[in-house]
């Protein structure tokens, strides 16, 4: 179904003019004849649709009269279906933008209840491969290795591995819950890089608000840990990331202007990637940036 030609906001300002226009004209015709000067009105719109001319016959003063009664007639019959049509439009614009409204929040609480459950679904797999002293393989769950206490080496030389079919490679700088050989998921990477992007694609779309991404600050301070972004990086490229890093910065911003998010400024403060920092808008910049203190 194609597009209207107009804005929405265009035809709600004409229709809005219109219905003004026409309820000022109805007043001043219902002036006129409370007051009684619906005869001295008339004579004047007679006068500016036919002006008088001299020694006219009797047939040109009743066509004159005839004409200018009927535009007249038509005028107000045309004003007031104008009048009818633009508050029915209204009307019903309202009831439809009403029903949108319902219907956008429906689908907002939908959305927000599908990506907690995607991303619980994504954290709670066994997208981790460790291995035992004795050289014996084991799956973790992914959650496991997304706190501080397992941290991520700065990048990756993109040197697969294949465990069961799934693509894995080798991410652990330090860590006290599995080997430093343990092996990610990189297809767990992409199922949480296409988190990512849906909540950015929602954002631009106007299904999701900019408070509401606040909702997921958690989930998305996890791949702002120190390295992990570059590790990231490696693995996607930078372009890949440009969601991911417009979130960040705008749950830093919005976090500012609705006094919330403070524990994910906290956390890029304390363990961010400098890399991740770099790339935030200036004013995301200045509200992560270490406070300084005034001496007393």
């Not at 001319?53 to 007639?73: H, M, P, V, W, Y």
């Not at 050989?181 to 990189?186: G, P, R």
Request: net charge negative.
């Amino acid at each position: 179904m194609g597009e209207s030609m107009f804005p929405e906001w265009i035809l709600r300002w004409i229709a809005l003019s219109l219905l003004g226009f026409v309820t000022f004209v109805f007043i001043l015709l219902g002036a006129a004849v409370l007051s009684g000067l619906t005869n001295e009105l008339f004579l004047n719109f007679l006068d500016l649709t036919w002006p008088p001319q001299e020694a006219l016959t009797e047939f040109e003063i009743e066509s004159r009269r005839d004409l200018s009664f009927s535009i007249l007639n038509y005028g107000i019959t045309a004003l007031g279906t104008a009048w009818v049509a633009s508050f029915a439009y209204l009307v019903v614009m309202r009831n439809q933008q009403k029903q949108a409204e319902q219907q956008l929040s429906l689908e907002r609480l939908k959305l927000t209840t599908d990506l907690d459950m995607q991303i619980l679904d994504i954290l709670e797999s066994e997208a981790v491969v460790d291995f035992a002293a004795d050289g014996s393989l084991t799956r973790v769950r992914l959650v496991t290795v997304l706190d501080r206490n397992t941290e991520w080496r700065p990048g990756t030389d993109r040197n697969w591995k294949y465990r069961d079919g799934d693509r894995t490679v080798p991410f652990v700088q330090t860590s006290t819950v599995v080997s430093k050989d343990a092996e990610v998921s990189v297809t767990a990477l992409h199922h949480y890089i296409a988190w990512v992007r849906r909540i950015a694609r929602a954002t631009e779309t106007g299904v999701l608000m900019e408070k509401d991404i606040l909702l997921f600050w958690r989930w998305i301070v996890i791949g702002c840990y120190r390295n992990r972004y570059t590790f990231l990086r490696d693995i996607f490229y930078k372009d890949d990331l440009d969601d991911f890093v417009r979130l960040a910065d705008q749950i830093v911003r919005t976090g500012r202007t609705h006094g919330s998010g403070q524990d994910f400024v906290k956390y890029l403060r304390g363990i961010g990637d400098p890399d991740l920092i770099a790339l935030l808008s200036d004013e995301a910049k200045a509200i992560v940036a270490p406070e300084t203190v005034t001496p007393a």
